[in-house]
């Protein structure tokens, strides 16, 4: 298998940086990934030894860098797994179809090319500037699914990363009126297929800026690619504005996700308000009347106007 960890340095060099430190600082990148898929992987028992880890590739960034990493940490794992990269052709005008057997032959990875025709289905259901994804999706995850039982595939790997996760909570929240995301791992519907998001802590600078050094051979989407007034588009376009003003803020709200507190919260399903009455015994969660902020504010507040605290709490 023809799967060097190398990290080029052949793109030209920054001005004011050497071979060398470019050399450093993509190596040092290249362990970053390892380390948060292999802590992603561990934190939610993803693949297990005897796994046929069916990794989905599109050839976007973050699929190739999902199945780079991977080949890695297959190296190095104490259990044995195998991988099988599947890419669905759908079709799509001018998709290159060459460039992904040629990318996986060389690499020596086991591969399988699915051909269906979804592009035309979506084009004939959806109107015109309509979205796409919605219906592109069903139609891909239902075909991926039967194709991971043809495979014997025991999970099925997508290449969603932490911005992709967080756009997601944000959409549901704001156009759905859901607390919900992309979890790391679930169970399909049918409950015969295990899916799994490995890159769940990595972040999307950091697959972008690993394409460019290992050059992947990036095959666009002509479909939701060209969809320039997405919701997603804004999300993202709304935490780059947040991370560039308050940086580390994307980060907390990350770390929310799996920090809930059920019982401050007001789904009724998920926390048993009916049944809660006093009985004397002290509760971790319970409120203690005046929960302490989670940032400084000042305690003087006579002194703060109306247009400091927006500023501040913005």
Not at 11 to 35: F, W
Not at 157 to 173: P, V
Not at 174 to 179: L, N, P, S, V, W
């Amino acid at each position: 298998m023809n799967n060097s960890n190398d990290i080029s340095t052949e793109a030209a060099v920054p001005a004011g940086k050497s071979v060398e430190k470019i050399a450093y600082e993509n190596n040092k990148l290249h362990k970053r990934l390892c380390r948060q898929v292999g802590q992603a992987i561990g934190d939610f028992n993803m693949i297990e030894d005897g796994d046929k880890v069916m990794v989905c590739l599109s050839g976007g960034k973050d699929s190739y860098a999902l199945l780079d990493i991977l080949l890695t940490l297959r190296e190095r794992a104490p259990i044995h797994f195998d991988i099988v990269a599947v890419n669905l052709d759908q079709k799509q005008p001018n998709f290159p179809a060459d460039i992904l057997p040629a990318y996986l032959s060389k690499l020596g990875v086991e591969f399988h090319i699915e051909n269906q025709d979804t592009y035309s289905i979506v084009k004939r259901v959806i109107e015109e500037g309509k979205t796409t994804c919605s219906l592109c999706s069903r139609l891909r995850r239902g075909i991926l699914y039967r194709v991971a039982d043809e495979l014997g595939a025991t999970k099925i790997a997508l290449g969603h990363h932490r911005d992709d996760i967080l756009e997601t909570f944000f959409l549901n929240m704001f156009f759905g009126a859901k607390i919900k995301a992309m979890p790391a791992k679930l169970q399909s519907d049918d409950g015969r297929h295990i899916v799994i998001r490995p890159m769940a802590y990595v972040k999307e600078e950091d697959t972008q800026r690993y394409a460019e050094v290992k050059k992947f051979p990036i095959i666009p989407c002509d479909l939701c690619g060209s969809q320039e007034n997405l919701q997603r588009k804004q999300i993202k376009g709304l935490m780059r504005e947040w991370e560039k003003k308050f940086p580390g803020r994307v980060e907390s709200i990350f770390s929310a996700l799996s920090t809930v507190v059920p019982s401050h919260l007001m789904d009724r399903e998920l926390f048993s308000f009916r049944d809660l009455h006093i009985d004397g015994q002290p509760k971790p969660d319970g409120d203690i009347a005046f929960d302490e902020e989670p940032c400084a504010i000042p305690t003087d507040m006579a002194t703060i106007s109306i247009a400091t605290l927006k500023t501040s709490l913005q």
